[in-house]
């Protein structure tokens, strides 16, 4: 009996040793490297600055690409479906923090992934565009960096360098929740200010020429808000612009750089670098996307395409060139 007794705690420790074995330990599981998905709405120099400052934001925060982290990054092409599709991707996959570059990709991740940290990034509104609760206290998994635009700085640039301004145009995309929000606080802004306005609406860029022909041969100059479809398609814009012979004041540097004439605007770049070390602290555990508040990037620094005010013969003031030397922009 008592020999029969050993063979069983003998087996039983066998069993026990090989269990063990087979369960990864702790330090295992710690060490997983962590996915993170990174779903770009489209490809247009403000969204690629974005991505190139997350991921520098990642390795400012301790993960480094291919060392301690794998990215995912996938580019929608500005496709609604292929957004669906991509987001169900990252949801499959259990990608750890998924983050959405533009309104439209964070919605769509917003709307597939429910159990794992989502981060927004350039949206301008994320309550308003139903994507937290609150701005302050998200409550839920999503947070995120909002690039939200210096609108008043904006205006004031416009009336500043149009002085005999009469009329000013004020073009967006219909379906871009952020471009749809900013248009309606820029014309409560024109309002207060009594300055006559024109508003174009486009569904997509396939729309962007008539409009922009439209709206260049009807007003003096041409606002934009920070909209995606028309960011992919400036050129557009500024051809158009120019053959009236007005200015094109975009919200985003970026679009200053291809036809614009001038803006305040927040650094795309930066923008990315705080999404960035968000992510990070939220990978190390050391933030919870219910309690962070989202983080607001709202001062703009000057950026004043020099060219095309000589293109045009728009004067700019000696304060504004020095004001864009010293703390922005300036492109000759």
Request: glycine fraction near 8%.
């Amino acid at each position: 009996m008592k020999r029969m007794y050993g063979l069983i705690i003998i087996l039983l420790v066998f069993l026990g040793v090989a269990f063990v074995k087979e369960q990864p330990t702790s330090s295992q599981q710690i060490n997983k490297t962590p996915t993170v998905g990174i779903l770009q709405l489209m490809s247009h120099p403000a969204l690629d600055a974005i991505h190139k400052g997350i991921v520098a934001g990642l390795k400012d925060g301790g993960y480094t690409e291919g060392k301690n982290l794998k990215i995912d990054f996938q580019n929608a092409e500005n496709d609604q479906s292929n957004l669906k599709t991509m987001s169900t991707k990252f949801e499959n996959e259990d990608t750890d923090i998924s983050i959405g570059i533009a309104t439209p990709a964070a919605q769509a991740l917003a709307n597939t992934i429910t159990n794992r940290p989502v981060i927004l990034g350039d949206v301008t509104d994320p309550k308003g565009a139903g994507l937290v609760q609150n701005n302050k206290r998200p409550g839920g998994h999503i947070t995120g960096v909002s690039d939200r635009a210096p609108l008043k700085q904006q205006l004031g640039l416009i009336k500043q360098l149009m002085p005999k301004l009469k009329t000013l145009g004020i073009i967006y995309t219909s379906s871009d929740d952020s471009a749809v929000a900013q248009y309606k606080q820029f014309v409560q802004m024109c309002q207060k200010e009594h300055i006559q306005y024109k508003a174009y609406s486009i569904t997509n860029s396939n729309d962007l020429n008539q409009v922009a022909q439209k709206a260049a041969g009807s007003v003096d100059a041409i606002y934009v808000p920070t909209d995606n479809t028309i960011a992919g398609a400036m050129s557009t814009l500024s051809a158009a612009a120019d053959q009236q012979g007005i200015p094109v004041f975009p919200a985003v540097d970026t679009m200053v750089k291809n036809g614009g004439l001038a803006t305040y605007s927040v650094d795309q770049y930066q923008t990315g670098v705080a999404i960035g070390k968000m992510t990070a602290k939220i990978l190390k555990g050391k933030a919870n996307p219910a309690t962070t508040p989202i983080q607001f990037v709202d001062t703009g620094k000057l950026i004043i395409n020099e060219k095309q005010a000589k293109k045009l013969g728009i004067n700019i003031p000696a304060n504004l060139i020095q004001e864009a030397k010293t703390k922005g922009e300036l492109i000759k």
